[in-house]
């Protein structure tokens, strides 16, 4: 019988940010698939459970320690994944967070650290791991924007720039290294139930409500929904799939 297109047996994965939210679900989605799994996140307790909760799916899998905005510690990180697993096939670049103030309150030194951790991360571990899916003949990388990639954010003028960011970065690699079988796309998540957005309910008056009745579904997405779409960007199904972004959003980005 022919292997599933979406079958991951054997590819080895790095997911920044996989020990919780939309990175957690998206580990599960692709350790369900088959791959084996390296949970990249700072905090290592966090790390630890989420090695637990793949490894219960029948994965292999690692926790590394990583500051994705340090070059040194992501060059650490890729050499501590190529020893425990010999290859490389798949990065989800998903480490991520947000300072909600508008931008005539955010300081320079908070503007930098979010540009630093959603999108020049992307740039670091992208370049990190590209020498192994080069030699290795080919690769997937994943973004993650927002729908913010899309939209303006009053309350967050740092975050939208840096994810709409990713989604030009995604098209600049993916035409890079189309030639190397290294294909690049974005993921952009609606709203997801999250520490992340946890937070943000807590900050901005009245986004729950207006989560609920803005997106088409009416609910908030929970981390598995982004599964199905990261073993697809992750898989040979899509390897003539490149360079694009695809929201995944009960519906929010065709809302008018
Ligand atoms: P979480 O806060 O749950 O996850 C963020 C993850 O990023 C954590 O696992 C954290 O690991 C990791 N991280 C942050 N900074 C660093 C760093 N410097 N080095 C290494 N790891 C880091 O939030 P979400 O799951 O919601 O967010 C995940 C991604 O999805 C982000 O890029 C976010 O912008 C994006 N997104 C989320 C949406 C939502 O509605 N939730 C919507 C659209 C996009 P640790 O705790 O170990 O530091």
């Not at 905090?43 to 490894?55: F, I, T, Y």
């Not at 340090?70 to 300072?99: C, H, P, W, Y």
């Not at 009416?218 to 990261?230: E, V």
């Amino acid at each position: 019988m022919m292997p599933s297109p979406f079958d991951l047996t054997g590819k080895v994965a790095i997911i920044t940010g996989g020990n919780g939210g939309i990175g957690l679900g998206m580990a599960r989605g692709l350790a369900r698939a088959g791959a084996s799994i390296v949970i990249a996140g700072r905090n290592k307790d966090k790390s630890k459970e989420a090695v637990r909760d793949v490894e219960a799916l029948g994965a292999e899998a690692l926790a590394i320690s990583v500051n994705v905005t340090d070059t040194s510690s992501v060059a650490a990180m890729v050499e501590a994944t190529l020893k425990q697993f010999g290859r490389i096939d798949i990065l989800i670049n998903n480490a991520g967070m947000s300072v909600r103030q508008p931008a005539h309150v955010i300081s320079l030194e908070d503007w930098n650290t979010v540009i630093d951790t959603n999108l020049t991360s992307a740039f670091i571990c992208s370049k990190a791991v590209y020498p192994a899916m080069k030699d290795a003949g080919g690769g997937k990388i994943i973004n993650i924007g927002s729908m913010m990639s899309i939209f303006g954010a009053s309350f967050a003028p740092a975050y939208a720039a840096s994810k709409g960011g990713i989604v030009q970065f995604t098209k600049s690699i993916a035409l890079s290294w189309a030639g190397d079988n290294i294909q690049a796309n974005a993921i952009l998540p609606g709203w997801i139930d999250t520490a992340l957005t946890l937070k943000a309910r807590e900050q901005v008056p009245g986004l729950n409500e207006n989560v609920l009745t803005r997106t088409p579904a009416k609910r908030w997405g929970n981390i598995d929904d982004l599964a199905g779409t990261a073993v697809f960007l992750a898989s040979s199904a899509s390897d003539f799939v490149t360079g694009t972004s695809i929201p995944v959003d009960g519906g929010y980005s065709v809302q008018s």
